[in-house]
């Protein structure tokens, strides 16, 4: 590892160390946005292996925001937040399978409406 690529990562590091769980679910989000994106572009150059690696990216991001769902404070919203996670991800295995783009661009917008409703919400705390 090189001393850019060093120290890059100290500061993502020291990021994600300083962040609020608010800034950390935003973070999430933007990485799974990442990944989508970076999916799309694989699939329109044909590039399988990229696709399928930064879908399984995507989905790792989706299972970690779906467990981070706490349960026990608003039984209803956490229940269609689990949903709607389980939705995504189950969209991304088909969208990885089937090479589909269509649904790589239906989880991305709702990443991208979560992420504006995450911000929101990190700016009020």
Do not use: C, F
Request: aromatic share 6%.
């Amino acid at each position: 590892m090189n001393s850019y690529q060093q120290t890059n990562q100290n500061y993502l590091k020291n990021q994600v160390m300083s962040a609020s769980p608010a800034q950390l679910i935003t973070m999430l989000i933007a990485g799974g946005i990442k990944n989508v994106k970076q999916a799309q572009t694989a699939i329109a150059v044909g590039d399988v292996i990229k696709t399928h690696d930064k879908l399984i990216n995507a989905q790792d991001i989706i299972m970690e925001l779906r467990y981070s769902v706490k349960e026990e404070i608003d039984a209803e919203l956490s229940h269609q937040l689990i949903t709607m996670y389980e939705y995504m991800y189950n969209q991304l295995v088909l969208a990885n399978v089937n090479q589909d783009v269509a649904k790589i661009a239906e989880v991305e917008q709702l990443l991208m409406d979560l992420l504006t409703t995450w911000k929101q919400i990190e700016t009020q705390v």
